[in-house]
């Protein structure tokens, strides 16, 4: 048994060598190689992954990935290698960006097409995950090779690339500092657009916009789009989704506190009627809660700020107006949809009271 274990640590430190040897030192199809064997190798366990890193195949990856031509299978094989290495690995992680990825990406975007971008995504999101741990990270370089993504006329048809996208700016949105340059170039609305796609990127997606939402550029740039309020309606409306109507519920209550003109659009599609309904009969307690705080805003015509005079006075008026009969409307036959739930007991008395008033 000992025997046969140590002939196995020895075939396996045999093909370290011949994987390290085989990057550092071949020609390129010898490289090709020696990037897939190390991505198979650090698969393995997290043992590997250190001796591959100790060994410094971490920069010459990076400089393959970088220097390979287009079209053959080298840059996908270093990225999937460098993925593999950084997959649990905090260390391995700041190696690879202090082995100049981010420095040396601009020269990749240059020769690269959207293929080429889509198989970048996950060593992009591996080293995204840095800035939730307050390591520096800098977005510039990684966002042209995320929004092409975004933008394209016909995006990828699997989840997985535009959730690791998503993921990825949300990612680089827990820094403050990045949130400038995030928001500079559009993402706001693209990532508005993708919560329409009902994928697993809308969740990512609504996290990134409650980020930016943090800073004023960023609660200006999702008042002024032109999917607000109704994507944001439209997100609501999925009661099996209730992550993302939380999220939804807090973009609403941000825009509602800013703008009068965008309250007055959300009871002109239907918020009213929606509030009601997740306040009711919403899967989640927080949903529910900012349900119920929103419809009363939008009743008394309050924002939580200083009132103002003339026309805007006059606007809301109007709004509450317009709030008390889409609840006297509405009111009977969503109580009839949530009227067996007992637990609901406390919801309805609160929408009761909205309608009574």
């Not at 807090?250 to 599609?269: G, P, Q």
């Not at 969503?334 to 309608?355: H, M, T």
Request: glycine residues 6%; contains cysteine.
């Amino acid at each position: 048994m000992k025997k046969a274990e140590t002939a196995t640590e020895e075939e396996e430190f045999m093909a370290i060598r011949r994987a390290v040897k085989g990057l550092l030192f071949g020609r390129w199809e010898e490289k090709e190689a020696a990037a897939a064997a190390i991505r198979d190798l650090a698969k393995r366990d997290a043992s590997k992954k250190r001796a591959l890193a100790e060994l410094g195949v971490i920069p010459s990856l990076v400089s393959m990935l970088v220097e390979a031509k287009e079209g053959g299978a080298c840059r996908r094989l270093a990225s999937e290698a460098l993925v593999e290495l950084a997959n649990g690995s905090f260390t391995n992680k700041v190696l690879i960006v202090d082995s100049g990825l981010l420095t040396k990406l601009p020269q990749l975007n240059s020769k690269t097409n959207l293929s080429t971008i889509q198989s970048l995504t996950p060593l992009l999101l591996s080293i995204s995950s840095l800035a939730k741990t307050q390591f520096p990270i800098n977005s510039l370089p990684i966002l042209p090779f995320l929004l092409p993504l975004l933008r394209s006329p016909s995006p990828p048809t699997d989840t997985t690339t535009l959730t690791s996208t998503s993921t990825t700016l949300y990612n680089l949105s827990t820094q403050l500092d990045n949130s400038k340059s995030i928001i500079s170039v559009g993402t706001v609305h693209l990532l508005l657009n993708l919560c329409f796609l009902q994928t697993k990127a809308t969740e990512p997606a609504l996290a990134t916009l409650a980020n930016l939402a943090l800073t004023e550029e960023g609660k200006r740039a999702i008042e002024e789009d032109s999917l607000i309020p109704e994507v944001l309606v439209a997100v609501m409306a999925r009661d099996e989704e209730p992550k993302c109507q939380e999220l939804a519920a807090y973009l609403l209550m941000v825009v509602a506190r800013r703008s009068v003109e965008k309250r007055r659009r959300m009871v002109e599609v239907g918020v009213v009627e929606m509030l009601m309904e997740v306040g009711l009969i919403g899967r989640s307690r927080l949903v529910r809660e900012r349900a119920i705080r929103m419809l009363r805003w939008l009743k008394d015509g309050r924002n939580g700020e200083m009132e103002e005079e003339g026309d805007v006075m006059s606007c809301r008026r109007e709004i509450r107006c317009m709030v008390k009969q889409s609840l006297d409307r509405n009111m009977e036959s969503i109580l009839r949809r949530g009227g067996g739930k007992k637990k609901k007991k406390k919801n309805c008395s609160d929408l009761k009271l909205f309608v009574a008033d």
